[in-house]
């Protein structure tokens, strides 16, 4: 082939933008967009033929390129998507789905102006936080609360406040790591505060507090270890002791617990998880938690205790640096309302209710689901129904067993990685799990009308203009 007989046969861009299909979607968007398109669009071309040896393809198929760029380009980046991972909580899919009445408020929120920072009974300038704080200190028992953009800012604007400048005490088996390399130990090193570890990675006792206690030391902070679990050869303090052992040395004992929840998950076999609420009874001073993990409300940190130390921690400027909007409090004021009804919360906060179904409800589910891909995939993909296991996600519960019933899509004539690579590039993506050459789908995770959607992206992957 004559590479440069076929890369004289590439329109030019004025050529192209005359053209006109390309015209109007001049007129649908902006001028750059298209040009931008275009110019990407023709660098593949000459790509394609310099390096695959490919003929140039004829001016209408470039058009069609063109139009499929621009509407790439327009498209959002943040976009929908179907999870059949079978994963709750899952930070990259944007954990928790919030629950429609959160939903509708932030919606509300963001549509109107609102009394963000306004007292409507005096008149003037209130604050924010009192839209939720009484909802919170109501639910948990707690003297005082204050909700921040995350938890890692809850962690670090209460050790920033409590204690820069002097020592923390942290059993060295809590210095975790969690997802985007959020370490314990660098989240303290910024805050100014000096980190005192005790103890061995497997075994802390009281006797190793004690001993690190001095006259530097600002408090002792419990890390629930969120996303593993040390097991075997283990001893760990427990809340009430660490507890006595601050107030006999006058010192605040703060827990981050991550993914705190205000719901006891053993009785639905989920596993045993820590509440806010035990950790409140337990004594300790401050105690600080996501809000869109277990709680199942948008993401904030969470930080709830004694009033001395959350008045402390008000009244420090960076406070302002991680305060959270008017959507994000919308969002939680309504997740939080539901929690009065602990049943409705159970049934309407779909983290909440995702984790609590019973197998026999997801069995059903999956039943359905691979009937409606048998009647789409005409030799062209086999469905099964196999067991398998879901996860809770989101750092919490790393051992807990929630047994589901998988569907399981095996592809002919494309391999599961090819299948899932291909669901990933549609307009609504499915992301599912690949194993043995399968692609995994877990209905437990799947929100109604997902059952179709999926039907329908196997279907526009194997049919028409996808593998025939």
Do not use: W
């Not at 005359?18 to 298209?34: I, M, S």
């Not at 139009?67 to 327009?74: D, H, S, Y």
């Not at 197998?359 to 009937?371: E, F, N, T, V």
């Not at 995994?440 to 028409?464: C, I, K, N, S, W």
């Amino acid at each position: 082939m004559d590479r440069s007989a076929e890369l004289r046969r590439i329109p030019a861009v004025d050529d192209l933008l005359k053209d006109p299909v390309v015209a109007g979607l001049v007129e649908g968007c902006t001028r750059p967009v298209v040009i931008e398109a275009v110019r990407r669009v023709l660098d593949e071309v000459r790509r394609q033929i310099l390096e695959a040896g490919q003929a140039a393809p004829d001016p209408a198929a470039i058009v069609d390129l063109v139009q499929a760029e621009t509407a790439r380009a327009l498209r959002p980046r943040l976009r929908r998507l179907v999870n059949a991972t079978g994963v709750v909580v899952h930070t990259n899919l944007g954990r928790s789905v919030l629950a429609e009445r959160a939903v509708e408020a932030v919606v509300r929120a963001a549509r109107h102006y609102t009394n963000l920072e306004f007292d409507l009974d005096l008149g003037k300038r209130g604050s924010r936080y009192a839209l939720v704080e009484d909802l919170l200190t109501g639910l948990t028992g707690a003297e005082s609360a204050l909700v921040v953009n995350n938890n890692a800012a809850a962690v670090f604007l209460s050790l920033q406040t409590l204690a820069a400048g002097r020592e923390v005490i942290v059993s060295r088996g809590q210095l975790v790591e969690i997802g985007g390399s959020f370490r314990i130990p660098d989240v303290m090193a910024r805050s100014g505060a000096t980190l005192v570890e005790v103890g061995a990675t497997n075994k802390t006792h009281p006797h190793d507090y004690e001993r690190a206690v001095t006259d530097r030391t600002a408090l002792l902070l419990k890390v629930h270890t969120s996303n593993f679990a040390v097991v075997g050869f283990t001893a760990e303090v427990d809340l009430p002791t660490l507890v006595e052992i601050g107030v006999r040395h006058g010192l605040p004992v703060m827990e981050d617990l991550g993914s705190g929840t205000l719901v006891d998950f053993g009785p639905y076999g989920v596993g045993r998880e820590p509440t806010v609420i035990q950790c409140l009874e337990a004594g300790v001073d401050l105690v600080t938690f996501s809000g869109d993990k277990l709680l199942g409300g948008p993401q904030a940190g969470i930080i709830l205790g004694r009033r001395e130390y959350l008045d402390q921690i008000k009244k420090n400027p960076l406070h302002r640096a991680v305060r959270v909007d008017k959507m994000t409090l919308a969002g939680l004021e309504a997740t939080l309302n539901l929690y009065r009804d602990p049943r409705r919360a159970l049934e309407l906060v779909p983290t909440l209710k995702m984790l609590t179904r019973p197998l026999d409800s997801i069995k059903r589910s999956a039943g359905a689901l691979a009937r409606r891909l048998r009647a789409v995939a005409r030799g062209r993909f086999t469905v099964e129904l196999v067991d398998g296991r879901s996860q809770v996600g989101g750092g919490a519960m790393p051992l807990a067993d929630l047994p589901t019933r998988l569907v399981a899509i095996q592809p002919v004539g494309l391999s599961a990685a090819g299948l899932d690579e291909k669901l990933r590039g549609l307009e609504v993506p499915v992301i599912g799990r690949t194993q043995h050459d399968r692609l995994l789908l877990d209905p437990r995770t799947m929100l109604p009308g997902d059952a179709a959607q999926v039907a329908a992206a196997l279907d526009e992957v194997f049919g028409e203009g996808g593998i025939a």
